[in-house]
């Protein structure tokens, strides 16, 4: 994949993960991706938050970002469309979290992992079983 507008049409849209987390995407002529990012790594008793998501595409990388404030993280995805026929994507991402909440861990508060992407809405809105969650925030730990 070549052209920016391809990635702009691959990307466009509804899309979940692995995690449960759901985030809806619009890229517009100059590459630039907004729209907002649900995620499924939240409890039971926790209503669902819709975060703001934005980024970038250049040639067939992109780039997305999303603040979840609430919890004092912010999480940054990066990844390449390598196959325009496959309805999915991966990304890896790194979580950095707000060090101010305990200073005495700050040293690790910076996580990474990759994410798998498939194309339209999560199938439930209960997060994931432990087994199947790789998010070191599962279900809202923090």
């Known amino acids: ?4 507008e391809s990635v702009q049409q691959l990307l466009s849209g509804i899309w979940h993960n692995q995690h ?3 985030m809806h995407i619009e890229i517009d002529e100059s590459g630039k991706i907004t729209g907002y990012f649900l995620s499924g790594t939240i409890s039971s ?6 975060y703001p998501l934005t980024g970038f595409t250049v040639g067939d990388v992109f780039s997305f970002c999303v603040a979840f404030s609430n919890h004092g993280t912010i999480t940054t ?3 390449q469309v390598l196959n325009k026929e496959e309805e999915a994507f991966e990304a890896s991402w790194q979580m950095v979290v707000d060090a101010h909440q305990n200073k005495d861990q700050s040293w690790k508060s910076t996580w990474s992992g990759q994410d798998r992407f498939v194309r339209g809405p999560r199938e439930s809105e209960n ?3 432990p087994d199947d969650a790789s998010h070191p925030l599962y279900c809202s730990i923090i």
């Open 1 to 4: 994949m070549k052209t920016k």
């Open 20 to 22: 449960n987390s759901q």
């Open 45 to 50: 008793q926790d209503a669902p938050t819709s």
């Open 77 to 79: 995805w990066i990844g």
């Open 127 to 129: 997060c994931p079983s």
